[in-house]
């Protein structure tokens, strides 16, 4: 187990230990006012990262223009979430 793991460079919170893990928020794209895609993970600390995306939406219907600029912003959620970029920092 390493004590002291740098922070995920895409992190843009990064919450603290709790046993093994610490999570992480990433990027997030906004359609609109209402409708959210963010990158979020999770950090062990033998190095391995978890990256997941969180769909935010009002339980209204949406209309076809917001689904397709919602499928842009998963499309580069899901791009984000497969990078693995270099970490930042140690903490």
Same mark, same amino acid.
């Given at each position: 187990?390493?004590?002291?793991?740098? +922070?995920?460079?895409?992190?843009?919170? +990064?919450?603290?230990?709790? #046993?093994?893990?610490?999570?992480?928020?990433?990027? /997030?794209? @906004?359609? /609109?006012?209402? $409708? @959210? *895609? !963010?990158?979020? #993970?999770?950090?062990?600390?033998?190095?391995? $990262?978890?990256?997941?995306? %969180?769909?935010?939406? =009002?339980?209204?219907?949406?209309? =076809? /223009?917001?689904?397709?600029?919602?499928? !842009?912003?998963? +499309?580069? %959620?899901?791009? *984000? %979430?497969?990078?693995?970029?270099?970490?930042? #920092?140690?903490?």
């Amino acid at each position: 187990m390493i004590a002291d793991l740098q +922070i995920p460079a895409d992190a843009t919170w +990064i919450g603290a230990w709790e #046993g093994d893990h610490r999570i992480f928020d990433g990027k /997030e794209w @906004t359609i /609109e006012h209402d $409708i @959210t *895609a !963010t990158v979020y #993970g999770t950090q062990h600390r033998d190095g391995r $990262i978890r990256r997941m995306i %969180a769909l935010g939406c =009002s339980a209204d219907p949406i209309t =076809s /223009e917001q689904a397709r600029k919602l499928a !842009t912003a998963l +499309i580069a %959620a899901a791009d *984000a %979430a497969d990078e693995c970029p270099p970490s930042r #920092g140690l903490r």
